[in-house]
DNA sequence: CTGGCCATCGCAATCGTTTGCGGTTAAATC
DNA sequence: GATTTAACCGCAAACGATTGCGATGGCCAG
């Protein structure tokens, strides 16, 4: 791919031309390659004058002349490039991030590799080994779980990175949450409110910081309340997705049909109940209240609307990708850690409880 | 970011080694770089003696020698990479068919760039410049519209690409598209054998091929199946999502009420129809049957789940890679189409027509 | 008038690979 | 045993940028 106008040779056939290189600009310019660098780097500009700068500024621009990264690159040993490890692009809750992330990634001249792990350890293995071949000056991870030695060894030595959405014990490295712990309590206490008085919760794997802090937030909150502290009430998912939801919804219904309201882990979880709430005849919101958490795209448009709390995904993005700037910039900061705040969002699948049939 | 173990000085204190070089490698196996790098590469490694290729092999291996891309790209003008132009990462479409490119890509040691345009010509044209002057070697795009003078001018460059999902008139490249008239076709059908004879379609913009693919399409199916033939019923969505979707249907509900099914362009649009479903109290499929177009993900949680035409997203993604690979590959071969089948899956957006009333 | 300083710019090395070319050696041919 | 031939490998020049260092020249102060 020649990112130039094609040009014509002496003979008249259509020849491509090689993209104009600092050389051209240096020579069109009557200067040295080296100047010609120096006068088009804004941070060494003054090392040349005002004169010779103008001039080659204006050589370049009319060659058309555009640096080549990759050169660039090789000198300076920065790629201005970033990894992006997350389980699975296709899992809506993260191309918001993903956006999020970009948008301040090529604000500052960067930009982001992609990779998809499938929450399998070796993939993700792999998959960062490439990222790092490539170069990447830093990774932003969605993958962490609590005990995480691949990423306390790349810690080690010394790469780069930010968490998103996850923490991993005793890994001083920056992240950026939402903030699970309140959330969690607005749940509660929007379903107490209600007059919600046995509450279920259907927990994310305690693999995760995510599935421990929202579940031990959960019972925080029942005791703040003086709900029914009931340990059978919480169940925990496998994995924060629909069919472990239902499993587990399944599994807490068979056991124990008296409560009147669930705070699901997240939505996909809270999906999971709806489909045992259409296998077993249970109507949302009249039998079973249903609280998720993510606010997902499209999750508005489901029968009936899902209530849940609302994250900030483009800002945790875009401030994940922050701070990973920040540590590129200036290597030994102190790790900051951030929450950011999140918001209850009512919709149509909680409603006070149904008197219990007064058998 | 250094991708090698850290190491000791002989002062004492942790020092993080230069990750090993080629020449590295090429001492350590008692040869020159030039041997090294034809022993380490497949393709030149019959210029090598098996014996010294064995021997920097395993000196590669046990310093654990990765090649550095960067190096390589500048002295072999090939980057490796492609850029991946759509949209909006946001709109659930695009994940899967990313995934797909992305599979086929890795595999072949390629990797992409991705970025959004926001549907804005401005951006798009800005976003591809800074692809190219990354250097990607080709482009995968899925923002094409009918006209498109900027790509064009692309093609006139040389500039590798292969469209998803679009098509433009009057350019010569590659693409690969889901089966858009049969999937229409596959829609009538089903509302036909339902026993639906007035049938309106919510057509996507006429500045996207899909959308101009898809309406002729389901002019010629209405023919076929000798239902009521009435433009009128068509009404065009200036873009492909709910809010336009919603618009266009409650200009056709003011002006007709005697359609008993809709054909929507797209999920999107048929979700906007549910919004309007809600709005005015009517009752589907009940007393309005709806189809959508491509099976977006959760679009079977809505309530009723919608009935659609199912595209097989991540192959579309996958072959456009592998279009892109070869052309780049074989920079003159005859640019091929590809059409992908679609398959009907009926949900319960979807039921008889209820008699009109006996008025 | 001379010495020193500063601004400006060029020289050349460098980043880590790849690759055309030429040189060395050993095997094959007569 | 001399010569062709092939196999193997090293030399060095790239690729396109950045950057330490040194050269040049002008200017000011002594």
């Known amino acids: 791919m020649r990112p130039n106008q094609p040009s014509l040779t002496p003979a008249g056939e259509v020849k491509r031309a090689q993209p104009p290189t600092l050389r051209d600009v240096a020579e069109?310019?009557?200067?040295?390659?080296?100047?010609?660098?120096?006068?088009?780097?804004?941070?060494?500009?003054?090392?040349?004058?005002?004169?010779?700068?103008?001039?080659?500024?204006?050589?370049?621009?009319?060659l058309g002349y555009q640096p080549n990264p990759i050169a660039r690159s090789l000198k300076t040993a920065k790629s201005s490039t970033v990894g992006l490890v997350i389980p699975d692009l296709t899992n809506p809750l993260f191309p918001p991030i993903v956006r999020g992330i970009e948008d301040v990634l090529e604000a500052e001249g960067f930009s982001a590799w992609i990779v998809n792990t499938d929450n399998d350890p070796e993939r993700e293995r792999v998959r960062i080994d490439s990222l790092r071949s490539r170069q990447v000056e830093g990774l932003i991870i969605a993958t962490a779980r609590v005990e995480h030695p691949f990423l306390e060894?790349?810690?080690?030595?010394?790469?780069?990175?930010?968490?998103?959405?996850?923490?991993?014990?005793?890994?001083?490295?920056?992240?950026?949450?939402?903030?699970?712990?309140?959330?969690?309590?607005?749940?509660?206490?929007?379903?107490?409110?209600?007059?919600?008085?046995?509450?279920?919760?259907?927990?994310?794997?305690?693999?995760?910081?995510?599935?421990?802090?929202?579940?031990?937030?959960?019972?925080?909150?029942?005791?703040?309340?003086?709900?029914?502290?009931?340990?059978?009430?919480?169940?925990?998912?496998?994995?924060?997705?629909?069919?472990?939801?239902?499993?587990?919804?399944?599994?807490?219904?068979?056991?124990?049909?008296?409560?009147?309201?669930?705070?699901?882990?997240?939505?996909?979880?809270?999906?999971?109940?709806?489909?045992?709430?259409a296998e077993r005849g249970i109507s949302c919101p009249d039998e079973m209240s249903v609280v998720g958490f993510n606010d997902m795209p499209f999750i508005d448009k489901l029968r009936p609307p899902l209530t849940t709390v609302a994250v900030p995904h483009h800002d945790i993005g875009a401030e994940a990708a922050r701070m990973l700037l920040d540590c590129i910039e200036e290597p030994d900061r102190r790790p900051r850690s951030l929450l950011l705040p999140v918001t209850m969002v009512v919709r149509d699948s909680t409603t006070r409880p149904r008197p219990l049939p007064s058998a």
């Open 28 to 62: 069109a310019a009557g200067v040295h390659a080296a100047t010609a660098s120096r006068a088009l780097n804004p941070s060494t500009r003054r090392l040349v004058s005002a004169e010779t700068a103008r001039r080659v500024i204006k050589a370049a621009k009319t």
């Open 153 to 277: 060894a790349l810690h080690e030595q010394g790469v780069k990175m930010v968490l998103v959405n996850r923490r991993v014990e005793n890994l001083e490295v920056p992240c950026v949450t939402a903030d699970d712990a309140t959330g969690i309590a607005l749940a509660v206490r929007h379903l107490a409110e209600l007059g919600h008085r046995r509450i279920a919760h259907l927990a994310g794997p305690h693999s995760t910081s995510t599935g421990v802090v929202r579940s031990r937030a959960f019972r925080h909150a029942i005791r703040d309340h003086g709900l029914e502290d009931d340990p059978s009430l919480i169940v925990e998912c496998a994995h924060w997705n629909e069919a472990d939801g239902a499993a587990a919804m399944r599994e807490l219904l068979d056991r124990d049909d008296r409560f009147t309201a669930v705070v699901a882990g997240n939505d996909l979880i809270a999906l999971g109940c709806y489909d045992v709430f």
